[in-house]
């Protein structure tokens, strides 16, 4: 018998599922990225026997208590906070960040974020963190050793640039301009 997915298991589907491919899972996300839990869990129960006992007490359980919060059910419908390489729109008014924000990312893309500054690539948003830390723990994703950069929030704003603040707490711009970047000591 297959065992049951994991926490882990069923967190990386639906970040898949409702930040990246809606459609690979027969999904169908309104303009905020939401989609309904029953559909969500059907999608779940087609991948196979062993995600049957996925219900929506499990989900709820696995969304609380994710240190990251990445998803929400509300009303009967679940998203992806933040990350989506398929369009949603933004929920939230644009806010008015630190004066300073963190980006972690591989050293071999510094040099480029220098010169053309900090693009979303295949997200939606370009992801900044409030602390070096955080900055140092997502861009060690990409590279055991990344570079940290310091983003002047003056600067990027002067420029026409919008920052939100996902419901998970990670600040969120179309894009950083070059001038705005420094790196961090």
């Known amino acids: 018998m297959t ?17 990246h491919a809606p459609a690979e899972y027969g999904l169908s996300l309104d303009a905020e990225g939401w ?3 029953t559909e969500v869990l059907a999608a779940l129960h087609r991948m196979g026997p062993q995600w049957e006992s996925v219900d929506e007490a499990m989900l709820d359980e696995v969304l609380e208590a994710a240190v990251k919060k990445r998803h929400q059910i509300r009303e009967g419908r679940i998203r992806a906070v933040h990350g989506h390489s398929v369009p949603v729109q933004q929920v939230s008014d644009p806010v008015q960040p630190p004066a300073v924000l963190f ?10 974020i220098r010169e053309s500054g900090i693009l979303p690539m295949r997200r939606q948003y370009v992801h ?6 955080q900055a140092r723990e997502v861009g060690r994703r990409k590279d055991a050793e990344p570079v940290i950069l310091a983003i002047d929030t003056g600067i990027a704003a002067a420029q026409g640039i919008s ?23």
């Open 35 to 37: 989609a309904p839990v």
């Open 103 to 112: 980006h972690g990312t591989a050293r071999a893309a510094a040099a480029a």
């Open 163 to 185: 920052f939100y603040r996902s419901d998970s707490g990670v600040w969120l711009a179309d894009e950083i301009p070059a001038p705005a970047v420094r790196e961090s000591p």
């Open 3 to 19: 065992a049951s997915p994991t926490a882990l298991d069923i967190s990386k589907v639906l970040s898949h599922a409702l930040r």
């Open 128 to 133: 900044l963190a409030d602390t070096v830390e």
